[in-house]
């Protein structure tokens, strides 16, 4: 007589150890995360938002009043225009810095056209063009400002590379561009695998993150013509004239799991060589490691 009750008890009591199992790792999850965040003591700037064509924007006003210049922001990838004021975020310290060191600061203009966006010149690809538009954009936020008496640019990652290309490609509109983490390679994306193999044995780049840049470059610009028309490292050598160079304050950690360390630091040697004022400031640490008091510092002297 076979008995079909002992399979029975042996599947329950796996499927019992599995959800004993499921709900130990379930609780060790909650209890090993972080419970909360550092969040910074400061006080936040006014911020009024509002919408030019597909840009949003957001301008900044710190309670304390301002200087009389303007830093657009150009924020990282997956952020918004209202990040400034996120007390667990750096441009929460930036603030904090500032109003600790009595320092009046620029007004701030945050720009976003949406989670993702890089400003390619126009060309084949899908998404191409953003950087043909942008200045226009600008144009028509000041117009309901005042007129600024610097203007200048600051982004981190995604927006650190978009600020670089910005300020190169029309470098007599910006006096300064801080670009902090900013995603720049000395290889294209499309160098040949052998080659992208090398930059990421040589750079220590996460291969995950490096193919996602690769499937994201892609969707602006569609040759290698165009990637040097967007490229820093090749935007900088065309920056000639003595009277339009501005200040460049670059940053990158050691150990960017991006792989940008490498480009951005050849961008500071590249850029002094040319003759354009920068500040280079390597860091020991991980993807956007920024330090803040001299960032703070020259965005306001």
């Given at each position: 007589?076979?008995?079909?009750?002992?399979?029975?008890?042996?599947t329950a009591?796996v499927?019992?150890l599995l959800?004993?199992a499921?709900a130990?790792?379930w609780?060790w999850q909650?209890?090993?995360r972080p419970?909360?965040?550092?969040a910074v003591s400061f006080?936040p700037?006014?911020?009024?938002c509002?919408?030019q064509g597909a840009?949003?924007?957001?301008?900044?006003?710190?309670?304390?009043?301002?200087n009389?210049?303007v830093v657009?922001?150009?924020?990282g990838?997956?952020?918004d225009?209202e990040?400034?004021n996120?007390?667990?975020?750096?441009?929460?310290?930036l603030?904090?810095?500032?109003?600790h060191a009595?320092?009046?600061?620029?007004?701030v203009v945050s720009?976003?056209?949406g989670?993702?966006?890089l400003?390619?010149?126009?060309g084949?690809?899908?998404?191409?063009g953003l950087?043909?538009t942008v200045w226009?954009?600008?144009?028509?936020?000041e117009?309901r400002?005042?007129v600024?008496?610097?203007?200048?640019?600051m982004?981190?990652?995604?927006g650190?590379?978009?600020?670089?290309?910005l300020?190169l490609s029309?470098p007599r509109h910006?006096?300064k561009?801080?670009a902090l983490?900013?995603?720049?390679?000395?290889d294209s994306?499309?160098?040949?695998l052998s080659?992208?193999h090398a930059?990421?044995v040589r750079?220590g780049a996460?291969?995950?993150?490096?193919l996602?840049?690769w499937?994201?470059?892609r969707?602006?610009?569609a040759?290698?013509?165009?990637w040097?028309?967007?490229?820093?490292l090749?935007?900088?050598?065309n920056?000639?004239?003595?009277?339009?160079r501005?200040s460049?304050?670059l940053?990158?950690g050691?150990?960017d799991?991006?792989g940008?360390?490498e480009?951005t630091?050849?961008?500071a040697?590249?850029?002094?060589?040319?003759?354009l004022?920068?500040?280079?400031r390597?860091?020991?640490?991980?993807h956007?490691?920024i330090?803040?008091?001299?960032?703070?510092?020259?965005?306001?002297?």
């Open positions: 007589m076979v008995n079909f009750k002992a399979p029975r008890k042996r009591l499927l019992t959800a004993l499921g130990i790792g609780a909650q209890l090993s419970w909360g965040a550092q006080t700037a006014r911020q009024q509002g919408q840009l949003r924007y957001c301008v900044h006003t710190a309670a304390g009043g301002v009389g210049d657009y922001h150009l924020h990838r997956h952020l225009a990040v400034w996120d007390p667990t975020y750096f441009t929460a310290q603030q904090a810095y500032w109003q009595g320092l009046l600061p620029p007004t720009l976003s056209y989670p993702v966006w400003l390619a010149p126009q084949r690809a899908e998404h191409s950087l043909d226009h954009d600008m144009q028509a936020i117009a400002l005042s600024p008496r610097r203007r200048m640019l982004g981190e990652s995604m650190g590379l978009n600020s670089l290309v300020g029309h910006f006096g561009v801080a983490c900013p995603a720049v390679y000395r994306p499309f160098a040949p080659q992208i930059a990421l750079t996460d291969p995950r993150i490096a996602g840049i499937q994201l470059s969707r602006y610009v040759t290698v013509e165009e040097r028309r967007f490229s820093p090749v935007l900088v050598e920056v000639t004239d003595p009277q339009t501005p460049l304050y940053s990158a050691l150990y799991r991006y940008l360390y480009g630091e050849r961008l040697q590249v850029a002094a060589q040319r003759g004022p920068t500040e280079w390597p860091l020991y640490g991980g956007c490691a330090d803040i008091a001299s960032l703070g510092a020259f965005l306001v002297r």
